[in-house]
């Protein structure tokens, strides 16, 4: 098991930049694969991007591809997601997620992670 903080929310203008950090403890954080999902109010949990355990894959949704960018230092033992042009749409609580093994076409469901943060709220104002 590994347990997992987020931080780095917060308030921000359209078109701004966000970075967010999933901290985790445990000796095995490398063996995980992470993503991030984010759930806005009224609407299911979403995937949002993924990285696989030593950084060497990254998955994107669509909808933030081009914009957000997700990177892993395994020896600080956290994940990062560097959110930039961000859009009200943008606007959710986002969650960090490990799962120790999932396959690359499996990086988008949720159920593949079994270790989960509380979330950190991002909010982009119009």
């Known amino acids: 098991q590994v347990q997992l903080v987020e931080s780095g929310g917060g308030l921000v203008q359209a078109g701004g930049s966000l970075r967010l950090s999933c901290a985790a403890s445990?000796?095995?954080?490398?063996?995980?694969?992470m993503a991030w999902f984010r759930q806005a109010p009224g609407k299911e949990r979403e995937f949002v991007g993924g990285?696989?355990?030593?950084?060497?894959?990254?998955y994107y949704a669509d909808s933030v591809k081009g914009r957000f960018t997700i990177s892993r230092d395994n020896v600080k033992k956290t994940m990062y997601l560097q959110m930039n042009s961000l859009k009200p749409e943008d606007t959710a609580v986002y969650y960090c997620?490990?799962?120790?093994?999932?396959?690359?076409?499996?990086?988008?469901?949720?159920?593949?992670?079994?270790?989960w943060g509380q979330g950190t709220q991002v909010t982009v104002s119009s």
């Open positions: 997620a490990a799962g120790p093994d999932v396959a690359s076409s499996d990086y988008d469901l949720a159920r593949m992670y079994n270790n």
């Open positions: 445990g000796r095995t954080f490398r063996s995980y694969a």
């Open positions: 990285i696989s355990r030593y950084g060497g894959n990254t």
